[in-house]
Structures are given as C-alpha cells and as structure tokens.
C-alpha cells in the first residue's frame, strides 16, 4: 500500500503543475545528486525562429530559404518548421527522397538535384569545403548563442549559405539551476545534440557549467550512464524525441508538459505540467519531505 505522505506528496505536487506518475518517483527525486537538462526545448524555449540567412558565391538569400525549405517541410524538427515558415511565400518545390537524420540533418532531392540541410559535420560529408569567411561568420553567430545550419546543393555538391536560428532561454532557467545548486544537488550538466558553441553559450547564460554537445540521442544515453556511477540517483530533464533513451535510463525522467513530444511524455516518470521548469526544485523539496516523514 502506498504511504498516506506519499499521497500527499503527490497530491501537492498535482495542485502545484508536477504530475508524478507514481509515488516511488517521489522518494526517488527527493535523493537527486545530479541532473542533466537537454537544451532545445527544456533550457530554451523551443520555439524556434529564423535570425538571418547568409548566401555565398551566386545564390541570393531566397535561393538559401527555397532549397532548404524544400527538404524541411518534410520534416518535424523545431528548424525545419522553422525554415519552412521563414520561406513563407516563396514558391516552394517538392522534394523526393527526402531523409531526415535525428541529430545532423535532413537531405532530398529537389528539382533533380541533391539539397543537404544540417550541421556542419554532417553537411561535410557531401560537400568538399565550407568556405572559409562563412565560417567564421558562423562561428561569431554560434558565440551568441545561435543555432547555425548549413544548405548546400548540386549532384556534386557546393555550399549555398547558412542559416542562423534563434531560440530564447526560457525566463526562468537561470533562477532554477541557482536554487538547485543551493538545495545541495552536486553535479549539473547540459546534454545537447547541437554544437559546442551554441551549447556554452546558452549555458553561460542559465549557470551550467558542464556541457556534452553534438550527441546523438544514445550518447545522451551514455552520460546519464556514466552519472549513475558516480552520483547514483540522476534525473534528465528533456522534451524531445531524441531525449527519450535517456530519460528511460535516469533515476528519474522529467519531461516538460507542454512543449514535450508524446515519446518524451510517456517514458518520463514526472511531467511539468505548464512547462515550469522551477518546479523541479519543489519536486524535490517534496520528495525530501516525503523521505523524512516515512523514516
Ligand atoms: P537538441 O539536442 O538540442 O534538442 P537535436 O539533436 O534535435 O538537438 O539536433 C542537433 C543538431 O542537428 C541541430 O542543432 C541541427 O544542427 C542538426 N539538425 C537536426 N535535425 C535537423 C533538420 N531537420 N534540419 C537541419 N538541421 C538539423
Ligand atoms: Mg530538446
């Protein structure tokens, strides 16, 4: 039978927008001496929007928006909304063989030719070379904290342009990392399937100062892992697809309510239920209480 201050602690927390699916998550939260955030989506916003877009050589920035768009409206991820919604009015062609890469990038093809959307690394592996001043324009936009992608087209394929994306830090992320810290939780990181600059950027800016960039959504798996051996009870915030593994593997898996994914969702044994991110500190304030009063 459950405990009737483990109810409470459960019903506390459902009038406070924390859904804890069962009450050994309560205890277990209440021990946490580590957590690891993901960054789209849980630091940040999620809500994604195109900055600026930079073509080279002959294109425009249209012919940029146009080819990337053609592959992304194919796609789910928060960029390629992004980009299709930025393309906007620009008549858009279709694409086939359209192939999206969880963590890297998307590729198609459209108007018989190849068109390759993602990250630096994975656009490499088509293209020759990134041109030079582009990237070092990148990298200043990646600095504040921009997510850059790259477009490139053709059979042999030549770097288009990049586009920067922009995501706001949610208001409350800074003020959450501060009270965890002071409620004694030891190790606090950031695990994001982005680059490394635009991942210490936005670190910076909310107080973490651990950060795993670049990961595939099984190295994220890996670290929680790795957590486990030293720290014992961890628990991984993150709301997407590709934060899944881990959130199955952590302690504790907390999902964020509203901007989580379904799979986010269902595998996380707590949801935030109105995306507060601050509530994790009344989570395990309530699970400390709840362990105090069974002992
Ligand atoms: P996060 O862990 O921060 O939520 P993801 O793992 O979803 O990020 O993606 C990591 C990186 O892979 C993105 O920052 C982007 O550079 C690239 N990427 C992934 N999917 C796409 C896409 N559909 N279009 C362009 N780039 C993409
Ligand atoms: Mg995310």
Sequence with gaps: AIMPTLLSGIANGARQGILFKNGAQLEKIGKVRAIAFD???TLTTGQVQVFQVISVSEYTKQDVLKAAASVESYSEHPIGKAIVQAAGDLDLVGA?????IPGQGIVGIAQEQQVIVGNAVFVQKYVTNLPEELREM????????????WVAQGNIAEVMGVIAIADEVRSQAATTITRLKKLGVEQIVMLTGDNQETAHSVAKAVGIDRVYAQLLPEDKLDVIRRLQQQYQTVAMVGDGINDAPALAQASVGIAMGVSGSDVALETADIVLMADRLEKIAVAIHLGRRSQAIVK
């Design 138 to 149: 990148a990298q200043s936009l990646e600095q504040e904290g921009k997510t850059v992608v």
């Design 96 to 100: 086939i063989q359209v192939q999206a």
């Design 39 to 41: 960054k789209t989506g």
